[in-house]
């Protein structure tokens, strides 16, 4: 625990400016981010005596090491440049909107050829419009069920639509008439895309004058004695009547607006948020936040905003934001939100009519959110605590292992050997520092050496991260390397935390390898232990006897998630190695061969197989090769062993080769495994 006066800034030497500053840990790391319109009357606030200090404030002072800051011109300047840092650095002490789930939203691919309707969630694509949120996916495919009677817009996958072109067939929506059939050309492409932007019309609350047209043509066709047309109109009117009506008109007007709501105590917040679009309610969503220091109902607001319209543009920023309580000061506030738009938002809080009851409604959902949060979170962080706790006492630790780091190998008979390190903190996974580690210092098959590799190789980044802060003093072994680190720039994603507890998954002899590779570095306040998982015992080094924790204990339940989080994390980066390497060709490891030319060699000769026999002068046909890539690529073949034949065991038929379908040897392949992205391999 610091002492705040012992990197506290010289008198004068803090800008009388706007500006952002960041607190940073002994490990260098950013713990939080804030803004100021004066940075030096704002710092001072850190600065006062602790027992003036919001407790959680006092926590992170004493916790933080230094602080800095960047002057900037304006507020509006140091909003985004605060927005941009959190979003970088993910500050363990900053206000976070904890999202229970990934609300879908309605989309319309506007930027392909033929549009599609579908459930998206994440991150929001260009070309792509939105609509929602929604707080279940099942209620999209409702209002999407009633709708395709009127807009039948395309809603199959990209391999059901190529299925169906190149068969000439569509799928069952195509035969009922909830799909214009763009796949087999009953429409054009330009056909299909109107009706997809009269279906993006519809949703985005233009709908009377939609409605009214259908209504005229159901009228004309009756007078034409067109019957059967008029009642499909009268039908498709009652559809779209039915959609609407899920969706009940809120605000007059047409509005276009977005409420939000606080739900706070003294530790907590909930935020809860109505998007209407037409006057109806489009969307619904909330966070749960908590309040690391003392902070008003104004800047919750703000840290909501931010968080809402951080990554928006456009028309996805309404025209008037309603909330119970303004930032201090707006101006920046709203100056930000209206150059996210393109146009003037009003931000502004709502005293009288229609939009106060609404509000009043919002308000309402935010309460029950946060009672239900701390039902919930009370019983979550009970349950943890207990976990770390009987940990702690199993394995005789001075203190609960706040911060877990468990290392699994993985292979598949020696090849492709590689490891993994999962990261759990105060119970709870720290996916944005998963690792995983190719084993590089020898081949074959030999989990308790590669637990060592991986274990050295960790903490001596560890040793590199400390050395750098001058809190490691080397002992003139030559072992640790010097700073083979990026710049230390305090983003999160570092090896220079150690833990409390480290995990391997196996016994007696991954438990030695680990704490060998440890004591070789010279470290010696890390407690090591291994989960067996025949018996689920607990091992611990130089102990001839496992520790046996009950079946029904909270702290075996913990370690059990830990190493069965780092055998999926290890099995999936395993598996996607494997998977690449039998993707492979000999045509890859040619010089200067790129894909292009790849394609262009399988087509002219249709198969490997054909390519393998063939003559440099043959190959010199394909345009884009020359004699002498020729020569290379008959040499790379060459020495490229063909694999056996395959066979088909039901008729035992030798297979022929699929054109562009390859394997390491030139053998057709079906085989695949999803790429693990989380987390970094070293």
Same mark, same amino acid.
């Given at each position: 625990?610091?002492?705040?006066?012992?990197?506290?800034?010289?008198?004068?030497?803090?800008?009388?400016?706007?500006?952002?500053?960041?607190?940073?840990?002994?490990?260098?790391?950013?713990?939080?981010?804030?803004?100021?319109?004066?940075?030096?009357?704002?710092?001072?606030?850190?600065?006062?005596?602790?027992?003036?200090?919001?407790?959680?404030?006092?926590?992170?002072?004493?916790?933080?090491?230094?602080?800095?800051?960047?002057?900037?011109?304006?507020?509006?300047?140091?909003?985004?440049?605060? *927005?941009?840092?959190?979003?970088? *650095?993910?500050?363990?002490?900053?206000?976070?909107?904890?999202?229970?789930?990934?609300?879908?939203?309605?989309?319309?691919?506007?930027?392909?050829?033929?549009?599609?309707?579908?459930?998206?969630?994440?991150?929001k694509k260009k070309g792509v419009r939105y609509f929602g949120p929604y707080g279940h996916a099942w209620a999209i495919r409702d209002t999407v069920d009633l709708l395709l009677r009127v807009f039948p817009v395309r809603t199959c996958s990209a391999g059901v639509f190529k299925n169906a072109a190149r068969t000439g067939r569509p799928c069952l929506l195509g035969y009922i008439g909830k799909c214009s059939?763009?796949?087999?050309?009953?429409?054009?492409?330009?056909?299909?895309?109107?009706?997809?932007?009269?279906?993006?019309?519809?949703?985005?609350?233009?709908?009377?004058?939609?409605?009214?047209?259908?209504?005229?043509?159901? +009228?004309?066709?009756?007078?034409?004695?067109?019957?059967?047309?008029?009642?499909?109109?009268?039908?498709?009117?009652?559809?779209?009547?039915?959609?609407?009506?899920?969706?009940?008109?809120?605000? /007059?007007?047409?509005?276009?607006?977005?409420?939000?709501?606080?739900?706070?105590?003294?530790?907590?917040?909930?935020?809860?948020?109505?998007?209407?679009?037409?006057?109806?309610?489009?969307?619904?969503?909330?966070?749960?936040?908590?309040?690391?220091?003392?902070?008003?109902?104004?800047?919750?607001?703000?840290?909501?905003?931010?968080?809402?319209?951080?990554?928006?543009?456009?028309?996805?920023?309404?025209?008037?934001?309603?909330?119970?309580?303004?930032?201090?000061?707006?101006?920046?506030?709203?100056?930000? $939100?209206?150059?996210?738009?393109?146009?003037?938002?009003?931000?502004?809080?709502?005293?009288?009519?229609?939009?106060?009851?609404?509000?009043?409604?919002?308000?309402?959902?935010?309460?029950?959110?946060?009672?239900?949060?701390?039902?919930?979170?009370?019983?979550?962080?009970?349950?943890?605590?207990?976990?770390?706790?009987?940990? /702690?006492?199993?394995?005789?630790?001075?203190?609960?292992?706040?911060?877990?780091?468990?290392?699994?190998?993985?292979?598949?008979?020696?090849?492709?050997?590689?490891?993994?390190?999962?990261?759990?903190?105060?119970?709870?996974?720290?996916?944005?520092?998963?690792?995983?580690?190719?084993?590089?210092?020898?081949?074959?098959?030999?989990?308790?050496?590669?637990?060592?590799?991986?274990?050295?190789?960790?903490?001596?980044?560890?040793?590199?991260?400390?050395?750098?802060?001058?809190?490691?003093?080397?002992?003139?072994?030559?072992?640790?390397?010097?700073?083979? @680190?990026?710049?230390?720039?305090?983003?999160?994603?570092?090896?220079?935390?150690?833990?409390?507890?480290?995990?391997?998954?196996?016994?007696?002899?991954?438990? =030695?390898?680990?704490?060998?590779?440890?004591?070789?570095?010279?470290?010696?306040?890390?407690?090591?232990?291994? @989960?067996?998982?025949?018996?689920?015992?607990?091992?611990?080094?130089?102990?001839?006897?496992?520790?046996?924790?009950?079946?029904?204990?909270?702290?075996?339940?913990?370690?059990?998630?830990?190493?069965?989080?780092?055998?999926?994390?290890?099995? &999936?980066?395993?598996?996607?190695?494997? =998977?690449?390497?039998?993707?492979?060709?000999?045509?890859?490891?040619?010089?200067?061969?790129?894909?292009?030319?790849?394609?262009?060699?399988?087509?002219?000769?249709?198969? $490997?197989?054909?390519?393998?026999? /063939?003559?440099?002068?043959?190959?010199?046909?394909?345009?884009?090769?020359?004699?002498?890539?020729?020569?290379?690529?008959?040499?790379?073949?060459?020495?490229?062993?063909?694999?056996?034949?395959?066979?088909?065991?039901? &008729?035992?038929?030798? +297979?022929?080769?699929?054109?562009?379908?390859?394997?390491?040897?030139?053998?057709?392949?079906?085989?695949?495994?999803?790429?693990?992205?989380?987390?970094?391999?070293?």
């Amino acid at each position: 625990m610091a002492d705040p006066s012992s990197y506290r800034p010289r008198p004068g030497q803090i800008p009388d400016s706007p500006g952002v500053y960041r607190f940073r840990d002994e490990h260098r790391r950013v713990i939080y981010v804030g803004k100021a319109k004066s940075l030096r009357q704002r710092l001072a606030n850190y600065f006062q005596d602790l027992a003036n200090l919001h407790p959680r404030t006092r926590t992170m002072v004493t916790t933080a090491a230094s602080v800095e800051w960047t002057v900037v011109s304006t507020e509006v300047e140091a909003l985004q440049l605060e *927005y941009s840092w959190i979003k970088e *650095y993910d500050p363990r002490f900053n206000v976070k909107y904890r999202d229970d789930k990934s609300y879908p939203y309605l989309a319309v691919t506007m930027n392909e050829e033929y549009p599609r309707v579908q459930v998206m969630r994440g991150h929001k694509k260009k070309g792509v419009r939105y609509f929602g949120p929604y707080g279940h996916a099942w209620a999209i495919r409702d209002t999407v069920d009633l709708l395709l009677r009127v807009f039948p817009v395309r809603t199959c996958s990209a391999g059901v639509f190529k299925n169906a072109a190149r068969t000439g067939r569509p799928c069952l929506l195509g035969y009922i008439g909830k799909c214009s059939a763009p796949c087999v050309g009953r429409v054009s492409a330009e056909e299909h895309r109107e009706l997809a932007e009269e279906f993006s019309d519809f949703m985005a609350g233009r709908t009377g004058t939609y409605l009214r047209r259908l209504e005229k043509r159901m +009228m004309e066709a009756a007078e034409e004695m067109e019957y059967e047309r008029a009642a499909r109109l009268r039908d498709d009117i009652e559809a779209l009547k039915k959609a609407m009506e899920k969706n009940a008109v809120v605000l /007059a007007d047409a509005t276009d607006a977005d409420l939000i709501a606080v739900a706070e105590d003294e530790l907590e917040a909930a935020v809860q948020i109505f998007h209407v679009r037409g006057g109806r309610v489009r969307g619904q969503r909330g966070w749960v936040t908590d309040k690391v220091e003392e902070i008003t109902t104004g800047a919750l607001v703000e840290h909501a905003l931010q968080q809402l319209y951080g990554e928006e543009t456009g028309d996805s920023v309404p025209k008037e934001v309603l909330v119970p309580a303004l930032p201090d000061p707006v101006e920046p506030v709203q100056e930000w $939100l209206t150059g996210r738009r393109g146009s003037h938002v009003s931000l502004r809080i709502p005293q009288r009519g229609d939009k106060k009851a609404l509000m009043e409604t919002v308000e309402r959902n935010a309460l029950q959110a946060l009672a239900l949060h701390k039902t919930k979170r009370a019983s979550d962080l009970t349950t943890r605590s207990r976990a770390l706790e009987e940990i /702690a006492e199993a394995l005789d630790l001075d203190s609960a292992p706040l911060r877990i780091e468990c290392f699994d190998i993985s292979h598949l008979q020696g090849d492709d050997v590689v490891a993994s390190m999962v990261v759990f903190e105060d119970g709870l996974q720290r996916k944005s520092e998963y690792r995983r580690f190719q084993i590089k210092g020898f081949e074959g098959q030999d989990d308790v050496r590669s637990m060592h590799e991986v274990i050295t190789r960790r903490f001596k980044r560890y040793i590199a991260e400390k050395e750098k802060t001058g809190e490691w003093v080397d002992d003139g072994s030559g072992d640790v390397p010097g700073n083979t @680190l990026t710049e230390d720039d305090g983003r999160p994603k570092k090896f220079a935390y150690p833990p409390q507890l480290l995990v391997v998954d196996g016994g007696q002899p991954q438990v =030695a390898a680990a704490k060998k590779a440890l004591d070789e570095l010279g470290i010696d306040d890390i407690a090591v232990c291994g @989960l067996a998982k025949r018996l689920e015992e607990v091992w611990l080094p130089d102990e001839d006897d496992p520790v046996v924790l009950p079946r029904t204990s909270e702290g075996l339940y913990l370690l059990q998630r830990v190493r069965d989080e780092a055998h999926r994390f290890a099995i &999936t980066y395993q598996r996607a190695k494997r =998977a690449k390497r039998f993707r492979s060709s000999p045509l890859d490891d040619v010089p200067g061969l790129g894909d292009t030319r790849k394609q262009a060699l399988l087509k002219h000769f249709g198969s $490997l197989k054909k390519l393998r026999s /063939a003559t440099i002068d043959q190959i010199c046909e394909v345009p884009g090769i020359g004699r002498k890539t020729a020569e290379t690529i008959a040499v790379a073949l060459a020495q490229a062993a063909p694999a056996a034949p395959a066979v088909n065991t039901a &008729t035992g038929e030798i +297979m022929e080769e699929e054109p562009g379908t390859m394997g390491s040897s030139g053998e057709p392949l079906r085989t695949g495994a999803p790429d693990e992205r989380r987390g970094q391999e070293t």
